[in-house]
């Protein structure tokens, strides 16, 4: 298998640029993904995520940049794009008495996909034993497998997933989970947008962090807390907090950040190595103001807050 750097760019945005009224929704962003690539696309509502999916999926027109699909733009090529590119909703609506089948059929005949293939997408999807059902008797997760068969009826390159799991239940989000890694077995390139940390931490191995229309943070997620946030968070008590323990504690060697909110008495620390870090945080606290105290790895989520200041559905 080819290592991701030396396969092609599936999707390139260069200096991609849009204004509204009164929002600068994305802001001279550039960013490439190669085929095989799994990347989420992280940001709180209003970093400019839909604007930019619209964008690739051609439904809005960028101010500047350019933006290319396997080489090639929409100006000249969009019956093309529209052949390789598959896209799957956050929510799909069907009409109500079609079958299960039907739909993949009928979504199928405008790509020329065969009999063979709805059947393979059956299996895919998990609803094989579904195909005689009206969409209409269906869960939200069954409903939601049948957009996502659409979205992959002809073997598109590259496939968005809009948020993809908003809104089911644990089981049904495990069983799209378990799809999209199958898809990703067979070297689909996936670009998704998420509200969940533990999404984005499963599927995907490369993190590209929104914020305000720019791309705050790219990368594998280890790279990414190594280099934005140190390894380790640790988590703490005191019976007494002031600004002064916390200017002290972000002296010390090893920490990245600190918050301490003093009415509460609680704070956080990034640090690269709780061990070394402890005796000297003992000393500055002092052990009888210590009220609690765990260590535990540092999350995705931890990352995001500390770079945007935002929690992800904020």
């Excluded at 079958?99 to 094989?128: I, N, P, W």
């Excluded at 067979?186 to 599927?203: D, I, K, P, Q, V």
Aim: charged fraction near 25%.
């Amino acid at each position: 298998m080819k290592k991701l750097r030396e396969t092609p760019v599936i999707l390139s945005l260069r200096e991609v640029d849009k204004r509204f009224p009164h929002v600068h929704a994305v802001n001279n962003l550039s960013l490439e993904i190669r085929e095989g690539e799994a990347v989420a696309l992280l940001g709180p509502n209003g970093a400019g995520k839909t604007t930019l999916l619209e964008m690739i999926e051609g439904l809005q027109v960028p101010d500047s940049g350019e933006i290319t699909i396997a080489g090639l733009n929409y100006k000249n090529n969009e019956r093309a794009i529209r052949s390789i590119m598959g896209l799957a909703f956050q929510e799909t609506r069907f009409p109500e008495k079609i079958r299960v089948g039907e739909a993949l059929q009928l979504f199928g005949a405008f790509y020329g996909a065969t009999g063979s293939r709805v059947s393979e997408v059956l299996d895919l999807v998990r609803l094989k034993d579904k195909k005689q059902a009206y969409v209409n008797t269906l869960s939200g997760g069954q409903r939601q497998r049948i957009a996502l068969g659409i979205a992959v009826i002809q073997k598109p390159k590259l496939l968005l997933l809009d948020e993809p799991s908003t809104g089911l239940d644990p089981h049904a989000r495990r069983d799209i989970w378990d799809i999209l890694k199958e898809l990703k077995k067979l070297g689909s390139t996936l670009l998704l947008t998420t509200h969940y940390m533990e999404e984005a931490e499963e599927l995907c191995e490369r993190i590209v962090i929104m914020f305000k229309g720019s791309v705050l943070a790219d990368g594998d997620l280890a790279h990414l807390l190594e280099k934005h946030a140190g390894h380790e968070i640790l988590e703490f008590r005191l019976a007494k907090a002031n600004a002064k323990i916390e200017a002290s504690l972000q002296k010390l060697k090893g920490v990245s950040h600190v918050e301490l909110d003093a009415a509460a008495g609680g704070g956080v620390m990034h640090v690269h190595d709780s061990a070394r870090v402890l005796p000297e945080f003992l000393k500055r606290v002092g052990r009888t103001n210590l009220k609690s105290f765990a260590a535990r790895p540092l999350t995705l989520d931890d990352l995001f807050i500390k770079m945007t200041g935002r929690h992800l559905d904020g």
